[in-house]
């Protein structure tokens, strides 16, 4: 591991130079990994993983017609590389459990049934483990209980991945019954296309990973940018221009320059007046949501978020609860003024974006 200063403080975090590819690769020489879902992050760290030279196969529902068939379009071989999620979880020595959270207690005595001694039970989240007692998912003394939580969706994980980039992820063993774990656990972290790994436990994923896609990342994001949208358009700013000075400016100008060189360097790199303004509502947006967050945290902790997420994700009316809930965000005027600023994006501007995240090669840059 490389200790690395974070602002002041000293962490060990694991790159690929400490732990390469080829290590990776000798570590999981005789595993055979059975990614046991194809919904969002299966088909990413599946596909990382086989472009790597890793053995994968993958366990899906087949009364799942749509993620069955796209794992076939990709290219796993129905009863080679493609079975059932019994016979993947009996032929896997790493057995990643990447069907949704709310899915996951109801698969867990299938994969409990058929996990072998020696194996090692792979999470992708800590939500499981951690809200036990909601789940019922306790595993077995005798695997090893390993997580790799890359900090991006699925499609970021493939798409960094073809580009060379890599997605940072977090890792951790909770359970280490083979004296493997942690080594297992790393060379699938890095096997998966990870920037770096960074140590954390079952418990501090969970709760900073939902509080982040509730705030920051997801909820509070959309709820901000359609709050500064609507005072705009209600002061007669057209649609256009709502969008632009809330959405696109952000996404297309000032969140890249976040990216390449922290919140001060975009500062920096802006007007005098933006500057003096931006510093001067800082302070003032930080003080405004500080009692939301902690009102979020306290509700991640105590399992009320959990409690919802299989209360409302696991119900047969899930798809038409969702439906109607993105249909709102899509049908607004906000969004449909951005669906139309993309339109009028340069069209080679949009051809090189594509070829951007569809990647150069079959093998990302490790």
Not at 97 to 114: C, E, G, I, N, Y
Not at 166 to 181: E, H, K, L, P
Not at 288 to 300: E, G, I, M, T
């Amino acid at each position: 591991m490389a200790l690395i200063d974070f602002g002041g403080v000293k962490e060990m975090v694991v790159t690929r130079k400490e732990f390469s590819l080829e290590k990776a690769r000798k570590v999981l020489k005789k595993e055979v990994v059975a990614v046991i879902g194809y919904g969002v992050q299966g088909p990413a760290q599946g596909l990382n993983m086989k472009d790597n030279g890793i053995n994968v196969i993958v366990g899906q529902a087949k009364e799942f017609k749509k993620d069955w068939d796209r794992a076939v379009r990709d290219g796993w071989v129905p009863g080679r590389t493609l079975f059932t999620i019994e016979e993947a979880v009996q032929r896997g020595t790493i057995v990643q459990m990447l069907v949704s959270d709310a899915a996951q207690r109801t698969v867990w005595p299938t994969v409990k049934k058929f996990l072998k001694p020696g194996a090692a039970l792979y999470f992708s989240h800590g939500f499981s483990i951690v809200y036990k007692q909601q789940t019922g998912v306790v595993p077995p003394k005798n695997v090893d209980v390993i997580m790799v939580a890359p900090k991006g969706s699925g499609t970021s994980v493939r798409r960094n991945f073809l580009s060379g980039a890599g997605i940072n992820s977090s890792f951790a063993v909770f359970q280490d019954a083979t004296g493997r774990a942690e080594e297992r656990c790393m060379a699938v972290g890095i096997a998966i296309g990870s920037g770096y790994l960074f140590p954390t436990t079952f418990k501090n994923e969970v709760y900073s990973d939902l509080t982040g896609e509730r705030g920051v990342l997801m909820g509070a994001l959309a709820g901000v940018m359609q709050a500064q949208y609507d005072v705009l358009r209600k002061n007669g700013h057209s649609p256009s221009e709502a969008f632009n000075e809330t959405s696109e400016e952000l996404t297309q100008s000032l969140i890249r320059l976040v990216d390449e060189n922290g919140m001060d360097w975009m500062y920096s790199n802006c007007s005098a007046t933006a500057q003096h303004g931006a510093l001067k509502w800082r302070p003032i947006f930080r003080q405004a949501n500080l009692p939301v967050f902690q009102k979020l945290y306290k509700s991640v902790k105590a399992g009320q978020e959990t409690r919802e997420v299989i209360r409302d994700c696991g119900g047969r009316n899930y798809q038409k609860f969702l439906a109607k809930k993105l249909g709102v965000i899509h049908n607004s005027e906000m969004w449909r003024a951005g669906a139309a600023v993309r339109g009028l994006r340069p069209k080679e501007k949009a051809k090189m974006i594509t070829k951007t995240t569809r990647g150069v090669g079959g093998r990302g840059k490790n």
